[in-house]
T-cell receptor
Framework: AQSVTQLDSQVPVFEEAPVELRCNYS??????LFWYVQYPNQGLQLLLK??????LVESINGFEAEFNKSQTSFHLRKPSVHISDTAEYFC???????????FGKGTRLSVIA | KAGVTQTPRYLIKTRGQQVTLSCSPI?????VSWYQQTPGQGLQFLFE???????NKGNFPGRFSGRQFSNSRSEMNVSTLELGDSALYLC??????????FGPGTRLTVT
């Protein structure tokens, strides 16, 4: 069965500093990868996704993630964070086909002014 | 398009009672999935319905059940509530397997 590991449960970072949130998944022939963000008292919002093609995917608010098949990783990065990026971030994976999303435990990003 | 809506947003129940949660997907979406979110276990998949049929099921006891109606709206039911059922229950709809849109959730507290 597929599994996802988010190596850091909490990441504090100063405003305008870069950040990387790490995500590793168990090996599979073909996977679809996602990052979701959850703000307090809200549901999850899709941040970005990798389905196929370019291994580097970007979101509209400056986040990017790179699919690395050899390392089974899909780390999320942002070169300069804002206070408004404070939230919990979830990595998720789905095997190709009609299989449910499997989520990591989440990483709480706290941006400090 | 309106997003995924879930009702009620907050619910307090007593052990032993049962509860029904409702989810209205985005118009045109035929797949609805349910997840339980708790601080200890994180996000866990409950089940998925597609065109009124359960397509996938997670590892939850039979007290957790669901259904989907012809208009794609879905309900989930938990019978004989336990304290450990206190959680945020999230519903997600999709038009394809690969992209799910989540509702705001129903926060269930069991006392």
């Amino acid at each position: 069965a597929q599994s996802v590991t988010q190596l850091d449960s909490q990441v504090p970072v100063f405003e305008e500093a870069p950040v990387e949130l790490r995500c590793n998944y168990s090996s599979s022939v073909s996977v679809y990868l996602f990052w979701y963000v959850q703000y307090p008292n809200q549901g999850l919002q899709l941040l970005l996704k990798y389905l196929s093609g370019s291994t580097l995917v970007e979101s509209i608010n400056g986040f990017e993630a790179e699919f690395n098949k050899s390392q089974t990783s899909f780390h999320l990065r942002k070169p300069s964070v804002h206070i408004s990026d404070t939230a919990e971030y979830f990595c998720a994976v789905s095997d190709s086909g009609n299989t449910p999303l499997v989520f990591g435990k989440g990483t709480r990003l706290s941006v400090i002014a | 398009k309106a997003g995924v809506t879930q009702t009620p947003r907050y619910l307090i129940k007593t052990r032993g009672q049962q509860v029904t949660l409702s989810c209205s997907p985005i118009s045109g979406h035929r797949s609805v999935s349910w997840y339980q979110q708790t601080p200890g276990q994180g996000l866990q998949f409950l089940f998925e319905y597609f065109s009124e049929t359960q397509r996938n099921k997670g590892n939850f006891p039979g007290r957790f059940s669901g259904r989907q109606f012809s208009n794609s709206r879905s309900e989930m039911n938990v019978s004989t509530l336990e304290l450990g059922d206190s959680a945020l229950y999230l519903c997600a709809s999709s038009s394809s397997t690969y992209e799910q849109y989540f509702g705001p959730g129903t926060r269930l507290t069991v006392t």
